[in-house]
């Protein structure tokens, strides 16, 4: 009998800590994945930041409080050849899409190579490109670690209170067409080949996006 009652309390030992490590396994789960959306809850204000500029220039993020209609905040690493690509086609969009309402694009670049390097990979994205693009350096990384940016590119929509609209981490192929399909909606077109293509001011992305 008293084997018997032995056998029982294992199990029970056994059981309680099974239950115990999925209670802690789970909390911390929650706890962090909470921290992550919280980053990016659409309608939270994101943190600001100052960051230097390629040609020195120091900016803060409040300063563009108010100042546009619609703000993106492009996340990307400078040796991640399909960060500067998608920022590539991010730029071309707006330049052949051409919206009415206000807007400005700033990339934060990871530094992961030296300042030739970076200058020679971005300094032509801004020189030819007559939008309103800014190009900024996180040094050490500090905010991007602290917005958790875990994948590249990774796109913030701000409003013009600089709040959140909406956040596109990674670019996978359904991602990518998700954000184009969001921009030609929130975006009016100025210049459109075909008036009868486009409902109510609003138009498709341009033809490949």
Do not use: W
């Not at 993020?61 to 040796?79: E, I, M, R, T």
């Not at 917005?147 to 981490?169: A, C, G, M």
Request: proline content about 4%; aromatic content about 12%.
């Amino acid at each position: 009998m008293q084997i018997g009652n032995l056998c029982d309390s294992n199990r029970l030992n056994k059981f309680l800590m099974i239950v115990l490590f999925l209670i802690i396994t789970i909390s911390f789960i929650v706890l962090t994945g909470t921290s992550v959306l919280a980053q990016f809850k659409i309608g939270s204000a994101v943190s600001d930041f100052e960051l230097e500029a390629l040609d020195g220039t120091s900016y803060q993020l409040s300063q563009f409080y108010n100042k546009q209609d619609h703000l993106l905040l492009c996340f990307v690493k400078s040796d991640n050849p399909t960060s500067i690509v998608k920022l590539q086609d991010i730029i071309t969009f707006f330049k052949d899409y051409q919206p009415r309402e206000s807007y400005q694009i700033i990339a934060i670049v990871e530094t992961e190579q030296d300042e030739h390097k970076i200058k020679e990979n971005f300094i032509p994205l801004q020189n030819n490109t007559e939008i309103p693009f800014l190009i900024l350096l996180n040094e050490n990384n500090q905010i991007i670690d602290s917005f958790q940016i875990k994948n590249y590119p990774t796109i913030l929509l701000l409003k013009y209170d600089l709040k959140v609209r909406r956040e596109f981490s990674g670019f996978s192929s359904r991602q990518e067409k998700n954000f184009y399909q969001y921009l030609s909606f929130t975006f009016t077109k100025q210049k459109s080949s075909s008036s009868s293509a486009c409902e109510g001011g609003v138009c498709p992305p341009p033809e490949g996006y």
